[in-house]
């Protein structure tokens, strides 16, 4: 009796597979069959695919997963459009992070998530308006609807995935703490995390820390300022670090206003790595110094994080905290989502938000992304919004880290 071998839609060659978390690392051969990932091995006959992929010189991940992004184009002050940023960078997966309230959702359900080809989640603002505006969506009470977030909530599972809180003296407007613990009472009734962006000056990180939970996500975790988890030269602090320990997870969300080589370089030598490492792209970040996720990927892999270390935090451990270990992976039966990347070699130079410098010779630049196994065409980006300018130390400074 004579067994036919199963054939592959598509088959990735001789590249260097990356996918830590899944323990999936080598020069190994993907195949896909109708969307998910039929075989991971050494060799695979290239015979049985109707489609072959050489993928030598490249390392071959599960696509990208942006664990904090503004993709609410149009009805937000920040929100950019998902797709074409998506098939140049390998993000398969993008969680929008409040940029939708209860009032503002339906519309991020049916012009957002229902239309984009990359998977799309989110998590739902505490504010009613969500980010309509750039700031100030808590100053105002009446917009702090737990009943009315909750109800969003219960009915809409399958895309929210959590609750997002913005504590800072913008945001806030001398409300004070009181708007977080509304957050912390919506996340808590819902059973879903809680993701805190917090700022400089007041509300303080003493006064945010204690409404955390094992499971929340605190973002923006490398910024520098008066409430930085680790001043330059100094070792992390030890709150940090117990509330790490028992569970809080730790997210970079670069932006235009929320990473800085200091607090990270403090942070890196005192052996303290991020959880995960994300974007927070929106209508100014793509304008740099952030520009895309690969580009704060490499920042991380020249301040000597390893290859393996930087991939994972953008693929199973950016799922993990987002509750979907089904994404970012390419372990046989998952989705096929996938990306192709050459780490380039050059004299590049990289920037935090403050423009402080730092040299590098490593670059990470996509060259292929695939969503369910079939690739995303590259398409044109929408020009910036008239509103989208940069912080004054960042504006007319901007250059691509391939661009010197």
């Not at 990735?12 to 039929?38: C, H, N, S, Y």
Request: charged share 25%.
């Amino acid at each position: 009796m004579t067994h036919q071998l199963a054939r592959y839609d598509l088959l990735i060659t001789g590249g260097e597979v990356l996918d830590p978390a899944a323990g999936l690392t080598g020069k190994l051969d993907v195949a896909i069959a109708e969307g998910r990932i039929a075989a991971v091995e050494p060799s695979i006959d290239p015979g049985r695919a109707d489609r072959v992929i050489d993928a030598r010189g490249q390392i071959v991940t599960p696509g990208l997963v942006d664990l904090h992004t503004h993709i609410y184009w149009g009805v937000t002050y920040w929100g950019i459009e998902a797709d074409p940023v998506a098939a140049r960078t390998g993000v398969t997966t993008w969680l929008d992070v409040g940029s939708a309230g209860a009032y503002t959702f339906p519309g991020f359900r049916r012009y957002i998530a229902e239309p984009n080809r990359a998977r799309t989640f989110c998590l739902l603002n505490l504010a009613s308006i969500g980010l309509v505006a750039p700031s100030w969506e808590f100053q105002n009470p009446n917009h702090w609807d737990v009943d009315l977030a909750e109800k969003i909530v219960n009915e809409n599972r399958d895309l929210i995935l959590g609750i997002k809180a913005r504590i800072d003296p913008e945001t806030t407007r001398g409300v004070g703490i009181a708007p977080l613990e509304r957050a912390r009472e919506l996340a808590d009734r819902v059973g879903l995390p809680l993701m805190i962006h917090f700022g400089n000056g007041t509300p303080t990180l003493d006064e945010i820390l204690p409404l955390t939970r094992p499971g929340d996500i605190l973002t923006h975790c490398f910024r520098g300022g008066d409430n930085a988890v680790a001043k330059a030269g100094q070792p992390v602090r030890p709150d940090i670090k117990r509330l790490h320990e028992a569970g809080l997870i730790l997210d970079i969300g670069h932006g235009t206003g929320s990473f800085s080589y200091a607090t990270t370089e403090a942070a890196l030598a005192d052996g303290f790595l991020p959880d995960v490492i994300s974007s927070d792209i929106h209508q100014m970040a793509v304008q740099g110094p952030m520009f895309d996720l690969p580009v704060t990927l490499s920042k991380f892999l020249n301040l000597g994080m390893s290859l393996p270390d930087v991939i994972e935090r953008a693929t199973g451990r950016a799922a993990a905290a987002m509750g979907r270990p089904d994404l970012g992976t390419i372990t046989p039966g998952s989705v096929a989502d996938v990306a192709l990347f050459r780490v380039e070699e050059g004299d590049y130079t990289f920037y935090d938000i403050q423009m402080e410098p730092r040299k590098g010779t490593k670059l990470l630049v996509n060259t292929l992304t695939l969503l369910d196994g079939e690739e995303l065409p590259r398409l044109p980006e929408r020009e910036r919004m008239i509103w989208a300018t940069l912080p004054p130390q960042q504006e007319g400074k901007q250059r691509r880290p391939e661009q010197g």
